[in-house]
């Protein structure tokens, strides 16, 4: 019983790194860092990067339950997920509270609850606004040939969010719009995998945005995607954040 325990181990060890090492990419190392901001900015024209950028709020939902109200002009996050809820002051961090079943936590948890509110707002968020994201501080781009003799888009992030080191390989069409990336990311293991960007929503306040991926077998679909001026635009009670300001 034993060798035969050991003979399925290896094997299965064996598939593991086999698929591995057909599966894996190198993440390519790109060049001409000029046009490729030129690229990004064709991008981010074609997206309306201006109307994002004059969007205050926005309440939006990813698959799995993760729902959020995000008011940008204020830097607060309401982070909701199974019976918890979380406000989180992105300007002073000690002012966010949590809450479960409706009630208060005020322990050791609390900062648990924060964390995980944080982690999630900054996945989430990504998957929501990435585009807009590849001038941020920290962040180099280069061109890179797809194997179509098109220019795709490598964003590499030595700095932000929960996983600095991150590069997204990104493949535009004609106009500009994101298709797909691929990544080279510290939480997937394999390099290269493909994402898809699609549903491009043009939002209340222009800003356009996807509203479906497709990770391998994984829809990552948004729901619920509303941008405004203010809380009562994307139907949210005003005085929300008003017990962490």
């Known amino acids: 019983m034993k060798k035969i325990f050991l003979y399925i181990a290896a094997t299965i060890l064996i598939l593991v790194i086999g698929g591995y090492l057909v599966l894996n990419e190198k993440l390519p190392t790109g060049e001409n860092p000029a046009k490729a901001d030129e690229l990004a900015n064709k991008m981010l024209k074609a997206l309306n990067k201006t109307a994002w950028d004059s969007t205050n709020v926005v309440t939006w939902t990813l698959k799995g339950g993760h729902q959020f109200v995000w008011d940008k002009k204020s830097q607060m996050v309401q982070v909701k997920w199974d019976k918890n809820e979380v406000l989180l002051n992105l300007k002073e961090w000690n002012k966010g509270k949590a809450f479960s079943e409706g009630k208060e936590i005020t322990d050791g948890q609390l900062d648990v609850l924060r964390g995980k509110a944080w982690s999630f707002f900054c996945n989430d968020s990504y998957w929501l606004i990435a585009p807009f994201k590849v001038f941020d501080e920290g962040v180099s781009r280069k061109i890179v040939k797809a194997e179509d003799g098109s220019e795709a888009l490598l964003v590499s992030y030595s700095s932000g969010g929960v996983t600095p080191g991150d590069s997204y390989l990104w493949f535009l069409d004609k106009n500009?719009?994101?298709?797909?990336?691929?990544?080279?990311?510290?939480?997937?293991?394999?390099?290269g995998v493909s994402a898809t960007w699609e549903d491009w929503k043009t939002t209340e306040t222009g800003a356009i945005i996807a509203q479906k991926h497709k990770l391998g077998p994984v829809d990552l679909d948004i729901t619920g995607l509303r941008t405004g001026n203010d809380l009562a635009d994307v139907k949210v009670d005003a005085s929300l954040f008003d017990k962490i300001k």
């Open 176 to 191: 500009g719009i994101p298709n797909a990336y691929k990544m080279w990311v510290k939480i997937i293991p394999i390099g």
